[in-house]
Nanobody, 123 residues
Framework: QLQLVESGEGLVQPGGSLRLSCAAS????????LGWFRQAPGKEREAVSW????????YYADSVKGRFTISRDNAKNTLYMQMNSLKPDDTAVYYC????????????????WGKGTLVTVSS
């Protein structure tokens, strides 16, 4: 059983930065990927970024490419997402998630979820 706990909730001005963390406890499999979804008010949940366990390859939604950076610290079993040049449209609850690589690329259901952390971008 994999447990995911997010942190880094905050209010930031447009153009600002914020870093989210996700502490993972339990096992992770080579065919898994860890990453982030977000859900803005009144919108569907969307995948933002993910990283493959087996080789560290990273992937991003077009809306955040060039602004967000996903990374992991294997020694600490922690996933990070550095968010720069934040926009009001980035306001959402951000969820850490784990699923198979196939699930991430095809929009299938994730196997594990964190409870979410709120990011608000506003002046």
């Amino acid at each position: 059983q994999l447990q995911l706990v997010e942190s880094g909730e905050g209010l930031v001005q447009p153009g600002g930065s914020l870093r989210l963390s996700c502490a993972a406890s339990g096992f992770t499999l080579d065919y898994y990927a860890l990453g982030w979804f977000r859900q803005a008010p009144g919108k569907e949940r969307e995948a933002v970024s993910w990283i493959l366990i087996r080789d560290g390859s990273t992937y991003y939604a077009d809306s955040v490419k060039g602004r967000f950076t996903i990374s992991r610290d294997n020694a600490k079993n922690t996933l990070y997402m550095q968010m720069n040049s934040l926009k009001p449209d980035d306001t959402a609850v951000y969820y850490c998630a784990a699923g198979t690589v196939v699930a991430w690329f095809n929009g299938y259901a994730m196997d594990y979820w964190g409870k979410g952390t709120l990011v608000t971008v506003s002046s």
